[in-house]
């Protein structure tokens, strides 16, 4: 536990004569009383790697004996029965190396306590009703015990101001974390590659993908997995995943694993029959040239926009030399007259969430942040022919985006998901190696649809 001993203690030293209040996430109803599988909030398990839900951790730091304290459930056999195990409030300060443990149920009443001595409060409000009740009526009591000797809180500060400047630079635990991730991640897009041939269904292929995470010790997906056969592949948020792969036609596949909270993204296209068409083959050279000049563009003292900019003016004069735009470089940049093909940015950060925390300015708004070595972000450049363009019909209904996770290390890149086959000749050696049936077994209802 020592990487969440060395962040809370962190945060203490930043906290100043602040006390900050970070809450579990709370339970999300999927329909009637039926649950989402439970997610930990990011800032929360940052800070104590701990996955259940119903606590709340209090820092601090002008207390003597108490500066880290967390609320959780207690040991209750019944709902254990029902539920699952608990850690539970006496095995709480060894397991999670805080001072003091208390049932959940105690925190209106100690909570003032906390806020007695404190000059500002790190919380976030307007979430959770409850926690904000309790809030405000254990201020007020903090304020009516220390209004003759001492004060209470009287400025409110988002615990992001602190938690996700530190969030952003990742330590070698956490990088490890996203390295190991990533590669899961490559398992389950080669899986998917060499299951790919037409007639399948992008459930199907989501499937194999998603299975292939899991059994490689991935708990989850770090977001909705995106199969996009087709002009499918041409909508940005695809996730319907309920149409049939066709001959001729790429598949774009948006899909990653998280292990231990930790997010991988990675974007691989391919053709769902093994060979590209020349007009895909263009698009898809373009945008790999892209990428390949926006991942150079990961290092020291440049910026998120620095990669953007530069896989840009790849893309751009690409679809000037296929004959998609016309003009020179410079100006269709100027005139935006590449944004129908290409119009989102070309990455984000990435961590505990998938589009992570951390500012991409610096503190007066205007000046782009200078990327450091542990930031980790995405390199996810695209390009999309829908339907209704005016353009050539050999190229409408294409879209290819690829997409890597990049540490910024100390001399430049790092591609945490190298590996997973991105070069044309390798695409299309591994898509369509497997045999179908060893896939999606003869039985398979899908199939006989």
Excluded: C
């Amino acid at each position: 536990m020592s990487a969440f001993s060395d962040r809370r203690a962190a945060v203490l030293q930043r906290l100043g004569d602040g006390v900050m209040i970070v809450p579990a996430a709370t339970h999300a109803l999927r329909n009637n009383d039926t649950e989402y599988e439970y997610r930990q909030s990011s800032d929360f398990y940052y800070l104590t790697g701990f996955a259940e839900p119903e606590a709340v951790l209090v820092l601090a730091p002008h207390r003597a004996d108490e500066r880290v304290t967390l609320f959780l459930r207690p040991r209750d056999r019944t709902m254990e029965i029902w539920n699952g195990k608990r850690l539970g409030v006496e095995a709480a300060r060894d397991a999670l190396g805080v001072d003091a443990a208390y049932p959940i149920e105690e925190l209106a009443q100690r909570l003032p306590d906390a806020l007695a001595g404190a000059h500002r409060a790190f919380v976030h409000l307007g979430d959770d009703e409850k926690l904000d009740r309790t809030f405000f009526t254990a201020l007020q009591t903090a304020r009516t015990k220390t209004r003759r000797a001492g004060f209470a809180p009287d400025t409110f500060v988002e615990p992001s101001a602190i938690l996700h400047e530190m969030r952003l630079l990742k330590d070698a635990g956490e990088i490890e974390l996203m390295r190991r991730a990533a590669q899961i991640t490559r398992l389950g897009h080669v899986a998917g590659m060499r299951a790919t041939r037409p007639g399948l269904y992008e459930y199907e292929l989501e499937a194999i993908i998603e299975h292939t995470y899991r059994v490689n010790g991935a708990q989850d997906t770090a977001y909705s997995s995106i199969v996009a056969g087709g002009d499918n592949a041409t909508i940005l948020h695809y996730n319907t995943n309920r149409e049939q792969l066709r001959a001729g036609e790429l598949v774009l596949v948006d899909s990653a694993a998280e292990l231990d909270l930790y997010a991988s993204d990675v974007t691989r296209t391919w053709p769902v029959s093994g060979r590209f068409t020349p007009e895909q083959r263009a698009i898809y050279e373009i945008v790999l040239a892209a990428q390949k000049a926006a991942i150079a563009e990961v290092r020291p003292g440049a910026h998120v926009k620095t990669a953007h900019e530069a896989a840009l003016r790849v893309l751009t004069a690409g679809l000037i030399d296929v004959g998609l735009i016309t003009g020179s470089v410079d100006e269709a940049i100027e005139n935006e007259t590449y944004k129908p093909f290409y119009m989102h940015g070309t990455g984000h950060w990435i961590g505990l969430d998938v589009h992570d925390v951390g500012a991409y300015r610096l503190a007066d708004g205007a000046t782009h942040r200078p990327l450091e070595p542990g930031m980790v972000v995405t390199v996810e450049p695209g390009l999309y022919v829908q339907r209704d363009l005016d353009v050539p019909e050999r190229f409408k209904g294409i879209g290819v985006r690829i997409e890597d996770d990049v540490l910024v290390g100390p001399n430049g890149p790092d591609n945490l998901s190298a590996g997973t086959p991105k070069e044309i000749d390798e695409i299309e050696a591994i898509v369509g190696s497997d045999s179908l049936e060893a896939i999606v077994g003869t039985d398979s209802l899908a199939r006989a649809r």
